[in-house]
């Protein structure tokens, strides 16, 4: 329902701000900005414009594993918004090098003003994400990108890791912990 449409797109909350990076922001720290409550995704104060050129790349850290379900990209309504994003999981600290490699998922994006249109992901693609790495690679046909809101809606589950066991092994037996109390030796003679 409408009135709950803002609960899915929780996922924001479960961003691990201080490690979010984008890079080729003209601003720094202004991608971070884009990642607010669904309430306040028609907000325009706060927006990320890349610098050089049409290209941004978001690195974003979960506080545990993710299952994506869906993404909205809103972004001005002029050829500066986005016309494709790129989705790679699991990539910590990815730089626009490693955009050559193949992406999880490609969307061709169509001009969103409300942040009402929802892409789907692949959610076989996207059940065990800590890290999700967002490359929008052009726009419309402006010298930069301009993104003023992303929303991501999904299932967090809290991360869980197993502690290092520490075991120790022999590596060789030492006799005194296998010893026999009783050998009778035995001798046979072959004639």
């Known amino acids: 329902p409408p009135e709950q449409r803002g609960l899915a797109y929780g996922l924001y909350l479960r961003i691990d701000l201080e490690r979010l990076q984008c ?72 730089s626009f090098d490693d955009t050559d490699r193949e992406p999880d998922q490609t969307f061709s994006l169509n001009r969103d003003l409300t942040g009402e249109l929802e892409y789907a992901t692949k959610i076989s693609r996207f059940s065990n994400v800590y890290h999700l790495s967002i490359h929008i690679s052009k ?32 590596a060789s037996a030492n006799p005194a912990d296998h010893r026999v109390h009783q050998v009778t030796p035995q001798t046979h003679f072959i004639s």
């Open 23 to 94: 890079l080729n922001e003209s601003r720094e720290g202004s991608g971070r900005g884009v990642f607010k409550p669904w309430e306040e995704r028609t907000d325009r104060s706060k927006f990320v414009e890349s610098d050089a050129d049409e290209e941004l790349l978001f690195n974003i850290p979960f506080t545990g594993n993710v299952k994506l379900k869906g993404i909205i990209i809103m972004g001005e309504d002029d050829d500066s918004h986005p016309s494709e994003m790129r989705l790679y999981k699991n990539i910590p600290q990815m």
């Open 139 to 170: 726009n419309f046909g402006a010298d930069t990108t301009k993104v003023f809101y992303i929303g991501l809606r999904g299932e967090w589950t809290e991360l869980r890791r197993h502690e290092v066991t520490i075991c120790n092994y022999e």
